[in-house]
C-alpha cells in the first residue's frame, strides 16, 4: 500500500470516529448508486468498498480475541457503549479495530441516517402497505417534536393512554363489574403475535409490580385446548375477555373469543357477551370491532400507523397496564424514549443500536453464522427469544428489496435461545464444543430484589464464567482430547442495573431499533410481513368445502383426506 493511500485511509477512519453522522451519501465508495435511488433508500450493500473490504476480512483474516484483549488495554472500553442504566459490552466479538471502522463505514455510506429521519419524520417508509412507521410517537414527549401533524398524533394517542388509564384504573380498583355486579378478578387477552407476545414479556418480567388481582392470562394459539384449560380455571361472573387485534380480523383472534363467548352463555346464560361488560376490544379498526359485536364504549383504539410488532407501546398494552399499574406503563414509556433520544443522537461508534446491528451484519454476511442465541440470565425474561424471534425474523427475514429487487445476499438469521442457567444444561454443549458457531447476546440485571443476594451471585457468576469460556476455550490434552474447547466464540454482554419498567422498555427499544438498522443497510423493508398470508390464504381454502383442492400439492391433499377418514365426532 502506497504511503499516500494509507494516510487517506487514516484520515478517512479518523472522521468516520469524529463526525460519523455527517458522511455524505454521494461517496465515491458507493459504486455506480445515484442519488435518486439513494434518496429512496434503495442501497446495495455488496458494491460499496467497505463491503468488499469486509469480505477480504472474513476470507483471509484469523482473529483471536483473547489476543485481542490482551494487547489492546483499551478494547474494552472502545467497545462498550451505556445508555441509561443499560451497559452493552461487545469486547468479545470476532473483531479487529479495522473491521469495526469498515462496518462503521458500510453503515455510513448506507442510506440509514437518512431512512433514520424518515421514520422519526413519519414518512411511508412502510412501502408495499404504503404506511408511516411512528410507533416511536408513542412514546414521544411534545418537547421532542416540532412537526405539527406529529404534535396533532401525540394529542390523539394521549387521549388513547388516558382511555386504557381510566379502565385500567376501574378494574383494578374493583370498579369494572360484570353482568351480575362482581369485581373482574380475572383478565383473558386473546391476540396472536404483537398482540400476545410483547404483553406476556413483559407481564412475566415485570411480575413484582403486579398485585394478587386482577389475574391475567394470555390466549393466542387456535388450538382450543389452551383456552379451555384457562376458561375452565376461572368464574365468569369475574372474567373480563381483553380482544386485540389490529385489524379485528385475525382468524385465530377471533376464534378464540367465540369461543370464550359461547363459555359465558353456558357458564352464566348471558346472549351476545360480546357487548357486554365483560368484553373489551383494542383495535385498530373500530368498525369491525363493532361488527363482530362489541359495545362501541367498550373499544380502545391506536392508530394504523401503529405495526403489530411494535405494538406493545400502544392501546395493546391495556392488559399489561392493568396487570402492573399505568404509573408503571407509562415507565416504560419513558424507557423506550431514553433509547429512542440514544439511538437518534449518539454517534455512530457509540450508538447500542447500531453496534449490535453491524456485529449481527458482519456474522450473517461474511462469517456466514446462521443463528443467533439470546440468552437472558433471569427467569422473568423467559419471553424475551420468543419475542425477539418474532420482532427480528418478521421484520428482516425479507429476500426482495425495496426497490422489488430479488436479494443475492443473507438477510436475517435464526433467533433462539432460553434463560440461563437452564440453557446450560441443554444446548450450552453445542456452543463450546460444537462444530457450528453460535454468537451469544449475554443479558442480565445486576441487581434483583426478587432473589436470593445468594442465588442471584451463582446466576451472575454462571452468566459471566459462560461468557469467558466460548471465548478462551480450554486446550486439550493427550489423555483426553474430549475436553478441547476451541474458544474464540463471540458474544455480547447486556447489564442491566435492575429489571425496572423504565429498564424493559429501554431493552425493547433497543431491539427494535437494531432491526432497524439491519433492514436499512440490507434495503428490505422490515415493516411488512407478506410472508405469512400464503399459508392463510391457503388453510382458509382448505376449510371452505366449496374450494377446490386442486390447487395443492398431492402430498398436502392425500394428508387432508387421511384426517378426514380418520376424524372422529366428539
Known sequence: MSACKKVDQITRKFWFFCFPLSFDLADSSLEGESNEIMTNFEFKPQKTAAWKRLKTYADATTINVVDELTNDKERVEDFSIQCGQLKLDFSKNLITREIWQDLLELVSTSPFDKHREAMFAGQRINTSEDRQVLHTLLRAKMKDISDQSHKHKINRVSTQLNMVELFSKRIRSGGWTGVNGEAITDVVNIGIGGSDLGLRLAYEALVEYTQPVPRIHFISNVDGAALNATLAKLDADRTLIVVASKTFTTQETLLNSTTAANWFEQEIGLRNSQYSTHFVAVTANKENAIAYGINPNHILEFEEWVGGRFSLWSSIGFSLAIGIGIDNFKQMLDGARRMDLHFKTSPMNKNMPVALALLNIWYCNFMEFQTHAIIPYCERLNYLPSYLQQLEM????KSVSRGGETIDYKT????????GTNGQHAFFQLLHQGTVCVPVDFIAAINDSMSHPKHHKVLLSNMLAQGSALIKGQAST???PHRYYPGNKPSNTILIDQLT????????????HKVFVQGSIWSINSFDQWGVELGKSMAQKLLDSKESRSSFDVSTSTLFDHINDRKTNH
Do not use: M, R
Open 394 to 397: 418478521e421484520s428482516n427475514g
Open 412 to 419: 436475517c438469521g435464526i433467533i433462539w435461545g432460553q434463560t
Open 478 to 480: 493427550e489423555n483426553a
Open 501 to 512: 419498567p423504565y429498564n424493559l422498555g429501554s431493552l425493547i427499544a433497543l431491539y427494535e
